[in-house]
């Protein structure tokens, strides 16, 4: 997105809000909480959830719950998912279709929040290279438009393991955006601030990887808790660990070295440093405590690295769950006795689910496996040679999406049996259930076909590859352990809570997505989003006088 173009969208938007005068008179909240938890399934909830004493479940006992919330379409992946919360409308919108894709201009790959004119500012050890910033994200995020419209300007705080996870709920600006960079030292970028704040680094200082060097990833509970088995097949552990508990961290010689580093990242105390990391921004940087609204961003990706490697059914995971519930409590604890229960409104959902380890759901006589790829590629580019000529014809093809060479493409439209050819050959390869036309998806001529309406709504023209694929259920495109990116309800469905002023708790059996997170909350707020494709979860909020009263001298 040009920065002219970004402008704009904020002029658009800073018009007077369409929210009812009514409702403006409810106090807003002090703080704007939004928790991500990366690769969280909804049905962790039922499976998992008798054992949570911590904050998932005061979320879960006091919030409003979306049990059928789902994202509504194909790249389920951390990069889309996170912006499409943040900004509540869908990838077609928000220009974000995968994690990278192929930049036709450049004739590479890209990631979605590459920017060389962005370059890192570290805080911690090391010169980390590269840069990174929301420049591809083509609208404003809620904390952009907070920021906007609002009569005094939110300090925006997000932190992540992830620089597109971070980054994508913070939006074009912010005061303290911060990921890890190969879990050796926290980093923003220049897109926020042009050098390195010494308050931030007090938030960084007592957190770092090193501290856990040593320390053994045992269960929290007695093992018999745990459901399912412990050493399950399909299993993928990082190199240095076993397929079942305990997990050391520990270094060579007794020094951290890129082993250690990865297993902190895959270990709870990772998780455990980002919570410790948001209750000291909100102590140390005075989150709701000013005259307006202050925006906490905070997506844990532990779950997600935890996920690819055990799967859904490991103990692993269900020990991170555990674990990510006392850190949620911690934080929760901190936001009631720094801001007040009564003044911060919270969010929490997931960017993703993730697909069941295939060998294990062979086990059951399902039909499941691993795509191979490789025989994709193999299978398409046969099919063109014999229309085309001597290949290579296809650019990239990373699961989903297939991109075609410089000018494949435009010769395949004077040719529709070549193309078709294509089609039918990505299609015969083993776990491939559909293949769509990208072209076809831009044109928007899939309302009457649902799946591939689903697939239309993750379609970037220009971004998206020109063939689309729809693995069958239980097939994934990985060689061990599992991963997400599908239709299919194991990776749409996801946690939605709300909890905070003027929501309503219960559970809601309605229809929602994350989607509709960025337009309730800019309701609950006073704001207008420029755009959306979510809607306002008005069955969860209570009426304005109903609403709690602010609190004296506010």
Known sequence: MTPLAFALSLLVAAGPSARPASALSAPRPRLVVVVVVDQMRADYIDR???????????????????????????????????????????????????????????????????????????????????????????????????????????????????????IMLAGHRGDAVLWSVNAQTWASSTAFSPTASPAVAELVKDRLPEAALGRVWNRLLAPDAYLFDDDAAGERPPAGWTRTFPHPLRGENGEPDAGFYTRWTDSPYADEALGAMAGAAVAKLGLGRGPGTDYLGVSFSTLDLVGHAFGPRSHEVQDILLRLDATLGRLLAELDRLVGREHYLLALTADHGVAPVPEQVALAGIDAGRIDTAEVRARIEKALAAWLGPGPHLAWAPYTEVYFAPGVMEKLRQMPEALRAAVEAAGSAPGVGRVLVGAELAQGSAADDPLALVAARSYVPGRSGDLVLLPKAYWIPTSSGTTHGTLYQYDSRVPLLLAGPGIKAGSYLGPATPADIAPTLAYLTGITLARTDGRVLSEALRPPAAAAKPAPGR
């Not at 904050?55 to 994202?71: E, I, K, W």
């Not at 962005?118 to 994200?137: D, F, I, M, Q």
Request: aromatic share 8%; with cysteine.
């Open 48 to 166: 998992y959830g008798h054992r949570w004493t911590g904050g998932l479940r005061r979320l879960l006992d006091q919030g409003a719950v979306f049990p059928q919330a789902a994202f509504p379409y194909l790249t389920t992946l951390t990069c889309v998912g996170h912006a499409t919360v943040a900004t509540g409308t869908l990838p077609r919108t928000h220009g974000i279709p995968a994690n990278q894709w192929w930049d036709r201009d450049s004739g590479k790959s890209v990631t979605c929040t590459e920017d060389p004119a962005a370059p890192l500012v570290p805080y911690g050890t090391g010169s980390p290279s590269g840069g990174e910033s929301a420049l591809r994200l083509r609208v404003a995020t809620f904390a952009d438009e907070l920021r906007a419209q609002a009569g005094t300007p939110p300090r925006v705080v997000t932190l992540s393991l992830k620089p597109r996870s971070a």
